[in-house]
């Protein structure tokens, strides 16, 4: 089974710039997630999908970020303007419905904002 | 809103010992605990889970035993190996399928 795919690994963007994430998760999992893991700290929701719907975007700072769920399979997240400490891994993750269903994470966007 | 805590940051053992990574939780609202493993440039990995309904989870080298009234959970490694070495970190689940995680525990296991 071919895993959560992300892209681009690396960015480097100044202030004030925008930027995109892309997302594309396990073929079959109605439920997609976008994590921010800061250096030294554990991942943190940053919004949840459940098929193309919204499940959970409360620590989302609405002001910048936003993220789609194409037609329930692929997931942009952008950030418009970039602040310094939107300085971060950006991880995906998709699972299966249910309850026990574990997360597979992609392997993460690493931004750098300076 | 630290619900979920690791603190550890880090944690050294000896090829073929035991490693104990430690876990506590703030919300009684949980039902599923897991511990993922992260090894460098890369997500983290599921490795093990556990209901709360149970108390212990064994799969192989790996053993994750819960404590509802302590609002604890551990991850036993045994025997460990160096390709143990990664961060470690631990999550819990709510009904609505929000996961939280902790900060981490660096586990390196010396040969």
């Known amino acids: 089974e071919a895993g959560v795919a992300q892209s681009p690994r690396y960015k480097i963007i100044e202030k004030r710039q925008s930027v995109a994430f892309w997302c594309n998760p396990i073929?079959?999992?109605?439920?997609l997630y976008w994590y921010q893991q800061i250096l030294g700290q554990g991942p943190k929701l940053l919004i949840q999908?459940?098929?193309?719907?919204?499940?959970?975007d409360s620590q989302l700072p609405k002001d910048r970020f936003s993220a789609e769920r194409l037609k329930g399979v692929d997931s942009t997240l952008k950030i418009q303007p970039a602040k310094l400490e939107d300085s971060a891994v950006y991880l995906c993750?998709?699972?299966?419905?249910?309850?026990?269903?574990?997360?597979?994470f992609g392997n993460g966007t690493r931004l750098t904002v300076t | 809103d630290q619900q979920v805590k690791q603190n550890s940051p880090s944690l050294s053992v000896q090829e073929g010992r035991i490693s104990i990574l430690n876990c506590d939780y703030t919300?009684?609202?949980?039902?599923?605990f897991l511990w993922y493993k992260k090894y460098p440039a890369e997500g983290p990995t599921f490795l093990i889970s556990?209901?709360?309904?149970?108390d212990k989870n064994e799969d192989g080298r790996f053993t994750v035993f819960l404590n509802k009234s302590a609002k604890h959970l551990s991850l036993h490694i045994v025997p460990s190996q160096p390709g143990d070495s990664a961060v470690y970190f631990c999550?819990?689940?709510?009904?609505?399928?929000?996961?939280?995680f902790g900060a981490g525990t660096r586990l390196t296991v010396k040969p």
């Open positions: 993750a998709s699972s299966t419905q249910g309850v026990g269903s574990p997360l597979h």
């Open positions: 073929s079959g999992h109605a439920t």
């Open positions: 999908f459940q098929n193309n719907g919204v499940v959970d």
């Open positions: 919300n009684s609202m949980f039902d599923y």
């Open positions: 556990i209901s709360s309904i149970k």
């Open positions: 999550a819990a689940r709510a009904l609505d399928g929000n996961m939280r």
